[in-house]
């Protein structure tokens, strides 16, 4: 690749993320992103049936498995092994190949070819 070619292409590579970075400051500005209230509260307010109904929609499934290291005492004196408790989240294969092509294709846009 000449001098020329490079100087042009880093031009345009330097326009793309000027343009990317005054599209994110305007998308995450004060005006765009209005106040939320605290989900912590919202979440009291909830029903059980509403709180189950809301984690059966966003979790896929929980894994309980012994933590590899952690150990506690019980009441008794002896140690116990403690347990971890993952929350794994609902993934849409359609959504997250999507999610993971975009990815991709960010990724070899940014890259020059030689």
Known sequence: MDLPTYRAV????????DQLAREHKSLT????????????QA????????????????VDKIVISQH???MVDAPDGRPKRSYTIRAIPYQDPV???ARLKAVHDARVEIVPRV
Do not use: Y
């Open 10 to 17: 880093a031009r345009e590579l330097d326009a793309a993320h």
């Open 95 to 97: 959504q997250e190949a």
């Open 29 to 40: 500005g004060e005006a765009a992103m209005p106040e939320l209230p605290d989900p912590s």
């Open 43 to 58: 979440w009291e307010d909830l029903s059980t049936q509403d709180r189950r109904a809301l984690t059966e929609m966003l």
């Open 68 to 70: 590899p290291h952690e």
